[in-house]
């Protein structure tokens, strides 16, 4: 059936008439003109005579049965949602929790898979690395058994001064006007206001009497009152909580008075070789400072690793706002670590750096976490405050990828009910959106360097349009690599995603994207084959229904494709 001769489609070319690629080397525009899309095996203008082929169908009969032999690889969680809620209603805001001493048990991490994590996120400053083995043997065990689609990510410790021993098991307040000695000594139990720190030449940085100490972003400050050798006695004049492993940094006049840490430390690369060994998806990478870093631990991974692992940065220094766009390019995705983060830059300060950093990353096509003290009350409290409800419903109105419980789940009383709060409130954000016709348009700058990536980001730009003034229920991509999953997410569409792929590793990777339900399928270079397996399947369980509309496509070459046939997308529309 002709997409001319469609009243629907003609509804959206009306809106937007044309779409052009202005590289120049691409010859004839790509184009919609007349409610056609133009570009059917049209010759471009080039040394190699490359073909591109888009196009465009109608399809209301549906497509002939085929035998139907794999699995759908499917989350649970999210086929419950799907069944449950319909396409439009599923949550698109990735969830993802940090894995501690209150939630490590398989009960536990299955309460978690089954309450919406996306991702587990195994903090390397704490515990043994058996212990995070164990976790992440827990977490696939799951996977393959339970039929959850939980990826893990380890998050490096980084260069930093923290607290090895502060005399308790726990949490203790420094009260105002005690004295505190802060030591590298080395020594057996604990001592009564005595803090061992983990880095031994610490109190050497330039450190002087009258400087400030601060713990963990502000949880307390001290003044350093004598320098006793290598040890610094301190005076509390903000009394605060002590948190196990706590950090510490130390500020002059306004500004961080100690620097010149290496961004990795040796047990930092011991933890990625521990990572690379269980087969993690995800290292995040504290303290970055500048791109090389990024790029020499992604450099390192691709000859260490068969897999593809992604490299996070978290962007948590003055410095690394200072190179930000540089770091994002490079990195794989980003994580605004806003506790540390407000350590640096001035707390009111935060929420528009926040913004900032979702939007380049969006712009640059990287996922981006918000993190730090989202639900901070409930590690003791069984409800959040109004105003973390409301630092949540913003992280989500600014479309970030994904959120992320610290402490709340790793060490707290109410992990699962903190948990449901983010689902809950992520839920209701991307509806309201919806509702008020509220979608967050962005001035997409052109990432490609190639003839093919430009085709694609066009496309993906015009289906995300499609789909939007359309009101299709779902967008299904057949993609090799999630590459134009990625390039959809991006734009922020209002139905979900449904990424197939044959790759495990992008897959994985995926599951970070926002509005992306990744499936790991048996694709072939016949497109009207992988579509009809599909939709069998997803009719089978029964999550699609007569009169779903589905936008389909596709990023995948036939391998009967000749050497002058540069890239080959095909759009379906589906009732």
């Known amino acids: ?24 080397d691409l010859g004839k525009p790509v184009g919609i ?52 809620k319909g396409f439009l209603g599923m949550r698109k805001t990735k969830l993802v929790c940090t894995i501690g001493p209150a939630c490590c048990s398989l009960e536990d991490l299955e309460r978690l898979a089954m309450g919406g994590m996306n991702v587990a996120r195994l903090n390397m400053c704490h515990n043994t690395r058996e212990w995070h083995r164990d976790v992440i043997r827990n977490i696939k065990k799951l996977n393959e058994e339970k039929g959850f689609f939980v990826s893990v990510m380890i998050d490096t410790e980084g260069s930093l001064i923290h607290v090895m021993d502060h005399g308790a098991p726990s949490s203790i307040k420094a009260e105002e006007g005690s004295v505190w000695v802060f030591t590298a000594k080395k020594f057996e139990g604990s001592r009564p206001f005595t803090v061992q720190a983990n880095y031994e030449g610490f109190s050497e940085g330039g450190i002087m009497v009258g400087d400030e100490l601060v713990i963990d972003g502000g949880m307390a400050r001290f003044e350093v009152v004598e320098r006793m050798g290598n040890d610094l006695r301190c005076k509390c004049t903000d009394p605060g909580l002590f948190l196990p492993r706590a950090k510490l940094s130390f ?11 290496p961004t990795l430390s040796i047990k930092d690369w011991e933890d990625v070789d521990f990572g690379v060994s269980e087969g993690v998806d995800f290292i995040a990478m504290s303290f970055v400072n500048d791109a090389n870093s990024v790029k020499n631990l992604k450099n390192y991974l691709y ?34 670590a806003r506790g540390d983060l407000g350590v640096e830059v001035p707390f009111e300060q935060i929420p528009t750096v926040q913004e900032d950093v979702t939007r380049l990353c969006r712009q640059l096509n990287k996922p981006v976490i918000v993190a730090s003290q989202l639900l901070e009350s409930m590690v003791e409290c069984p409800t959040p405050t109004r105003a973390e ?120 990777a995926l599951n970070l994207q926002w509005g992306v339900i990744p499936l790991l399928v048996d694709l072939s270079d016949d497109m009207e084959a992988n579509i009809s397996k599909t939709f069998d399947l997803i009719r089978t369980k029964g999550m699609i229904k007569e009169g779903d509309v589905v936008l389909l496509v596709s990023d995948l070459t036939p391998a009967h494709a000749t050497s002058t046939t540069f890239q080959s997308i095909q759009v379906k529309t589906i009732i």
């Open 389 to 508: 409800v409301a630092d949540v419903s913003e992280a989500v109105r600014q479309y970030a990828d994904a959120l992320m419980l610290s402490g709340e789940s790793a060490i707290g009383l109410h992990g699962q009910k903190a948990l449901s709060v983010l689902q809950m409130v992520s839920s209701r954000m991307e509806l309201w959106s919806q509702e008020e016709n509220q979608q967050s348009y962005l001035h997409n700058s052109r990432l490609g360097d190639t003839l093919s990536d430009c085709v694609a980001e066009e496309i993906c730009n015009c289906v995300v349009q499609m789909a939007n003034n359309l009101g299709v229920d779902a967008i299904f991509v057949y993609t090799k690599h999630g590459e134009m999953a990625s390039l959809l997410s991006r734009n922020r569409p209002y139905p979900p995603i449904f990424a197939f792929t044959s790759d495990n590793n992008a897959r994985m």
């Open 1 to 24: 059936m002709a997409v001319s001769s469609d009243p629907m489609l003609q509804k959206v070319f009306a809106r937007s008439s044309v779409f052009y690629s202005n590289k120049k």
């Open 251 to 261: 500020w002059r006049d306004g500004k961080l008075s100690y620097h010149g840490l």
């Open 303 to 336: 000859a260490k690793s068969s897999k593809s692992i992604r490299v996070l940065a978290k962007i948590e220094t003055l410095e690394s706002l200072q190179k930000l766009e540089e770091i994002v390019e490079a990195s794989d995705g980003i994580m605004v």
């Open 33 to 84: 003109c007349d409610g056609v899309i133009s570009c059917n095996e049209r010759k471009l203008k080039s040394k190699d005579k490359i073909a591109v082929k888009a196009s465009v169908e109608a399809d209301f009969k549906g497509f002939k049965s085929y035998e139907v032999n794999l699995d759908l690889g499917f989350d649970v969680v999210a086929e419950r949602e799907l069944r449950e």
